[in-house]
């Protein structure tokens, strides 16, 4: 199935963190925090400004992303765990 968000939302793929601290210590699952990087997957067309004109978002499909702790609503599509969440919800584009 291919999904398609709408206005100025975007589909991210969360990044799994590290399962060891610098230091050696493995972290259980139950301890690890949701990861606060993704991968944007998909991204809507743009929103509308006040003259009803279409503003074309900042970050594309494939960008690296750092997003707020809570940002985003969690869904699933085909058995793959996605963020939908507002372009307004990220906080940057991670350049290598």
Known sequence: MKFRPLHDRVVVKRLESDAKTK??????DTAKEKPQEGEVVAVGPGARDDGGKVVALDVKAGDRILFGKWSGTEVKIDGEDLLVMKESDIMGVIEA
């Open 23 to 28: 230091g050696g210590i493995i972290i259980p």
